[in-house]
């Protein structure tokens, strides 16, 4: 299942995640180096996922999750490493990334960095 890992400093990395629930929630704790992980949703078709207790132990500010999260219309700041999926548009379950979305987020982070200029 294909995700984007948006690090700390900026770095997105196209990342596959397995379609097991279970494995898949192991392996996105260990992409975002987290005992237990969040999932918040950007829009009806993406989620980003994230250490749920990022504030508590200190993460950095992820300004480019942040960028991203704003571009969707939320005012939220997000810390630490970031994993963003999919989500099916019945039932919001997790999906694979498009290539479509990974332009997509690619394009938002850029903008949202940039002040949409």
Known sequence: ???LRIGEHG???EVDLPDES???IAVTRKLVAAESVEALTLTSRGSAWLDENGIIVGRPVNQ???ALAR???LGVT???PVVVTGAGPEDGTT???TAEQVTAIR????IGLDGGS
Request: proline share 4%; hydrophobic share 40%.
């Open 64 to 66: 480019h999750a942040t």
């Open 95 to 97: 999906a694979p990334l």
């Open 1 to 3: 299942m294909k995700a």
């Open 22 to 24: 279970a494995a898949r």
């Open 11 to 13: 770095d997105l990395t």
């Open 78 to 80: 997000l810390r630490g």
């Open 71 to 73: 571009c969707c219309g």
């Open 107 to 110: 394009n938002k982070v850029t």
